[in-house]
């Protein structure tokens, strides 16, 4: 069974950080790229990034590149998302899933930015 468990929201100012990590088993995870997804409050699913399965490329969203970055340990079955400069509208569930398989989401970790 995919399990995916995602950490290490919280309430931050704006300016601020915070760094998600997700843990993931159940599946060769070397084998698969990853995707950090994030919903905020009364909109759709929104994709922020992608990791390849190698980490040897990854992608952003328009609206966080330059202040996120996610990153794998392939050894620890481990994928993270270094939140950096962070606005009010970044506010949002977070969720990580499988880069092809939206449904392998965890519960997510809240992230809130508000003064």
């Known amino acids: 069974e995919v399990r995916l468990m995602e950490s290490g929201g919280g309430l931050v100012q704006p300016g601020g950080s915070l760094r998600l990590s997700c843990a993931a088993s159940?599946?060769?995870?070397?084998?698969?790229?990853m995707k950090w997804v994030r919903q905020a409050p009364g909109k759709g699913l929104e994709w922020v990034s992608i990791i390849t399965s190698d980490g040897s490329q990854t992608y952003y969203a328009e609206s966080v590149k330059g202040r996120f970055t996610i990153s794998r340990d392939n050894a620890k079955n481990m994928v993270y998302l270094q939140l950096n400069s962070l606005k009010t509208e970044d506010t949002a569930m977070y969720y990580c899933?499988?880069?092809?398989?939206?449904?392998?989401r965890g519960q997510g970790t809240q992230v809130t930015v508000s003064s």
């Open positions: 159940g599946f060769t995870f070397s084998n698969y790229g």
């Open positions: 899933t499988q880069r092809y398989n939206l449904q392998t």
